[in-house]
C-alpha cells in the first residue's frame, strides 16, 4: 500500500521504523522538517526521521508549510495511506481528504483531554494516573478527528517526561501495525471525539516562564511533578535567595531530579537547606520539603548533591 510519512521529532523515527520494515506498506516518500542549524557553529542537521530515510532511498520532501508543495506530493506519489507522529505543521484539508485510507495520527492522550502539543507533560502536571495513545484519523480541527483505536498506559509515580514518552513510543511500534491493518480491512468503525469533553495542552504551558517554581504558591506534590514533566526541556527552576552565600545568592537553579521527603522545617518556603547530606528546599507546608538529586547552578555543570556539599562547605 502506497504511504506517506510525515514526522520530524525523535519519536517519529520508531514510527517510520516499523512502517518501513512492515511489507504491508510501501513507504515511497517521508515529509518532515526542513534541516535546522544545531550547536554553537549552527550547522545545518537533518532530522533523524530524514536520515533514516535517505540511509534507506526514501524521498524525503520538506513541504514548509506551502499548500502548493503538499500539492505536488501527491501528484507525484498518489497515496493510499498517510502516517503522522510529531510532525508540526498544519496540513491543508486537499492533502487530508485525497489518500483512500484517510490520514492518520498518532497522538499520545487519551482524546479528547489534552489535544494539542504537550499532553504527555499536562497529563503528569495535572497528576494523571493513566495516559494513552490514541490512533485516529486526521481533521482540519486540532486533534479532533475520529477515534480509531485507543491504548491507555499507566502513569507511574516515578514517571517523567522522558521515561512515560519512551515507553509511549515503544507501545506505538507494537500496536500501530495491527490497527492499520484492521482499518484498511474494514475490521475498525470509527468513533466521533465528545467534544464538549474536551481539553487543550498548548507549548506555552510548558514555556521556561511557567517552568518556574513558585514555592508559596504551589503545593509541594505539584512542584514534584513539575520537575517530572519539564525534562528534558524547559526544566524546572527557581532563583535561590538572596540571603544566600554572594556565590549562591539571586543564581538560578536548574532542577532534574527531586522528590518529596517528609522533613519538618521552619524555613521560608524556597529556601534552600542541608540536612543529612541531603540538599533540601523547604516547601509552603511544614512537614515537606523537596529534595533535589540532579541539577544544575547558572554558570556551572549539572552536578548532585554529593559533589555540591563538598564544593558548598560553610555556605549552609
Request: with cysteine.
Given at each position: 500500500?502506497?504511504?506517506?510519512?510525515?514526522?520530524?521529532?525523535?519519536?517519529?523515527?520508531?514510527?517510520?521504523?516499523?512502517?518501513?520494515?512492515?511489507?504491508?506498506?510501501?513507504?515511497?516518500?517521508v515529509?518532515?522538517?526542513?534541516?535546522?542549524?544545531?550547536?554553537?557553529?549552527?550547522?545545518?542537521?537533518p532530522?533523524?526521521?530524514?536520515?533514516?530515510?535517505?540511509?534507506?532511498?526514501?524521498?524525503?520532501?520538506?513541504?514548509?508549510?506551502?499548500?502548493?508543495?503538499?500539492i505536488?506530493v501527491?501528484?507525484?506519489?498518489?497515496?493510499?495511506?498517510?502516517?503522522?507522529?510529531?510532525?508540526?505543521?498544519?496540513?491543508?484539508?486537499?492533502?487530508?481528504?485525497?489518500?483512500?485510507?484517510?490520514?492518520?495520527?498518532?497522538h499520545?492522550s487519551?482524546?479528547?483531554?489534552?489535544?494539542?502539543?504537550?499532553p504527555?507533560?499536562?497529563?503528569?502536571?495535572?497528576?494523571?494516573?493513566e495516559?494513552?495513545?490514541?490512533?485516529?484519523?486526521?481533521?482540519?480541527?486540532?486533534?479532533?478527528?475520529?477515534?480509531?483505536?485507543i491504548?491507555?498506559?499507566?502513569?507511574?509515580?516515578d514517571?517523567?517526561?522522558?521515561?512515560?514518552?519512551?515507553?509511549?513510543?515503544?507501545?506505538?511500534?507494537?500496536?500501530?501495525?495491527?490497527?492499520?491493518?484492521?482499518?484498511?480491512s474494514?475490521?475498525?468503525?470509527?468513533?466521533?471525539?465528545?467534544?464538549?469533553?474536551?481539553?487543550?495542552?498548548?507549548?506555552?504551558?510548558?514555556?521556561?516562564?511557567?517552568?518556574?517554581?513558585?514555592?508559596?504558591?504551589?503545593?509541594?506534590?505539584?512542584?514534584?511533578?513539575?520537575?517530572?514533566?519539564?525534562?528534558p526541556?524547559?526544566?524546572?527552576w527557581?532563583?535561590?535567595?538572596?540571603?544566600?552565600?554572594?556565590?549562591?545568592?539571586?543564581?538560578?537553579?536548574?532542577?532534574?531530579?527531586?522528590?518529596?521527603i517528609?522533613?519538618?522545617?521552619?524555613?521560608?518556603?524556597?529556601?534552600?537547606?542541608?540536612e543529612?547530606?541531603?540538599?533540601?528546599?523547604?516547601?509552603?507546608?511544614?512537614?515537606?520539603?523537596?529534595?533535589?538529586?540532579?541539577?544544575?547552578?547558572?554558570?556551572?555543570?549539572?552536578?548532585?548533591?554529593?559533589?555540591?556539599?563538598?564544593r558548598?562547605?560553610?555556605?549552609?
Amino acid at each position: 500500500m502506497k504511504t506517506i510519512f510525515l514526522g520530524t521529532a525523535w519519536e517519529s523515527l520508531e514510527t517510520l521504523k516499523v512502517l518501513h520494515r512492515d511489507p504491508f506498506f510501501d513507504v515511497v516518500c517521508v515529509i518532515t522538517a526542513p534541516d535546522k542549524p544545531v550547536g554553537r557553529e549552527q550547522k545545518l542537521t537533518p532530522s533523524e526521521v530524514k536520515k533514516y530515510a535517505l540511509g534507506n532511498n526514501i524521498p524525503v520532501v520538506h513541504t514548509e508549510k506551502k499548500k502548493e508543495n503538499y500539492i505536488k506530493v501527491l501528484e507525484e506519489y498518489k497515496p493510499e495511506i498517510v502516517v503522522c507522529k510529531a510532525f508540526g505543521e498544519i496540513i491543508p484539508k486537499e492533502f487530508l481528504d485525497y489518500p483512500k485510507y484517510g490520514c492518520i495520527n498518532i497522538h499520545f492522550s487519551i482524546l479528547p483531554k489534552y489535544r494539542g502539543a504537550v499532553p504527555i507533560q499536562k497529563a503528569i502536571l495535572e497528576g494523571e494516573k493513566e495516559t494513552g495513545i490514541t490512533i485516529m484519523l486526521m481533521s482540519e480541527g486540532l486533534d479532533e478527528g475520529d477515534i480509531l483505536k485507543i491504548f491507555k498506559e499507566e502513569i507511574k509515580d516515578d514517571d517523567t517526561n522522558i521515561t512515560l514518552r519512551e515507553r509511549l513510543v515503544k507501545k506505538t511500534t507494537e500496536v500501530l501495525i495491527p490497527t492499520l491493518k484492521d482499518w484498511v480491512s474494514g475490521n475498525i468503525t470509527p468513533v466521533k471525539q465528545k467534544d464538549e469533553e474536551a481539553t487543550y495542552c498548548w507549548q506555552k504551558d510548558i514555556s521556561k516562564e511557567n517552568a518556574e517554581i513558585i514555592w508559596n504558591k504551589y503545593e509541594p506534590e505539584y512542584i514534584e511533578r513539575m520537575v517530572k514533566a519539564l525534562v528534558p526541556w524547559p526544566v524546572a527552576w527557581t532563583i535561590l535567595p538572596d540571603t544566600l552565600h554572594d556565590s549562591l545568592a539571586g543564581k538560578r537553579l536548574k532542577i532534574f531530579e527531586a522528590e518529596l521527603i517528609n522533613i519538618e522545617h521552619n524555613k521560608i518556603p524556597g529556601e534552600i537547606f542541608s540536612e543529612d547530606n541531603m540538599v533540601l528546599f523547604a516547601t509552603k507546608n511544614p512537614r515537606i520539603t523537596l529534595r533535589i538529586t540532579s541539577f544544575q547552578l547558572e554558570g556551572r555543570s549539572k552536578t548532585n548533591e554529593k559533589e555540591f556539599l563538598n564544593r558548598a562547605q560553610g555556605i549552609f
